[in-house]
């Protein structure tokens, strides 16, 4: 069972345009929600993240907008660039247990 | 993270045979997690381990896996008996405090297990 469902499965973006990728969960007991990014051969890194308590978050190029009502989430990437070609992966938490969307490959064409 | 330290970074099996995958968290990290990554999967919760005690296992096969997260040395993710089926990317990640609390997990550049 899938606890955070995630799509696309990929995404191809024209530089300077906007990425969008989208999570959804059930349970509302989880209460953060970070974004990582994966590069290839790498381990993933927290890019950003939220609770529940705030609607955004902005860092940079990069804003989470959460729904609490709706039980989703979704990663904004302004002005992409070839450099953030990578694979995503929200995930949301509770206590101790991290729980993973199935990734976005996100590839930015120059 | 590199200062989550995972080794080796490849290794090969054939079935039947062992495969021991060692963590070492980042200095000060006391949390250790272990995820399996197969593609188009993401990433899949194994096992949750603080010094000497397993908190949550319940992502972890029942038969040929265990781990252990010894007082002294890293952390090791153990397969018995492996199965092409065990082929992936084993990450290891660790954090500072409970995940809640400081909300950030720093994994590894992670194990390749190839089961032949």
């Known amino acids: 069972q899938q606890q955070v469902k995630q799509s696309p499965q990929s995404l191809i973006v024209q530089k300077g345009g906007i990425s969008i990728i989208n999570c959804a969960y059930e349970?509302?007991?989880?209460?953060?929600f970070p974004w990582y990014q994966q590069f290839p051969g790498k381990g993933p890194a927290l890019l950003i993240a939220?609770?529940?308590?705030?609607s955004e978050k902005k860092e940079g190029r990069f804003t989470i907008s959460f729904n609490k009502s709706a039980k989703q989430f979704s990663l904004h990437i302004m002005d992409s660039q070839p450099g953030d070609s990578a694979t995503y992966f929200c995930?949301?938490?509770?206590?101790?247990?991290?729980?993973f969307g199935t990734g976005t490959s996100l590839t930015v064409i120059p | 993270n590199a200062d989550v330290m995972q080794n080796p970074r490849h290794l090969v099996r054939r079935r039947g045979q062992e495969a021991r995958l060692r963590c070492s968290p980042m200095?000060?990290?006391?949390?250790v997690y272990w995820y399996r990554q197969l593609p188009e999967e993401g990433l899949k919760f194994m096992v949750y381990?603080?010094?000497?005690?397993?908190?949550?296992e319940s992502g972890m096969p029942k038969e040929r896996f265990s781990a252990e997260f010894p007082k002294e040395g890293p952390s090791i993710l153990r397969i018995q008996q492996v199965v092409r089926g065990d082929s992936a990317a084993y990450f290891c990640?660790?954090?500072?405090?409970?995940?809640?609390?400081?909300?950030?997990?720093?994994f590894g550049e992670g194990s390749r297990l190839t089961v032949l």
């Open positions: 990640a660790s954090s500072q405090l409970a995940g809640w609390n400081t909300g950030e997990l720093f």
């Open positions: 349970n509302t007991a989880f209460d953060y």
């Open positions: 939220i609770r529940p308590d705030v």
């Open positions: 995930a949301a938490s509770t206590g101790n247990q991290f729980y």
């Open positions: 200095k000060g990290h006391s949390h």
């Open positions: 381990l603080q010094k000497e005690n397993i908190i949550d």
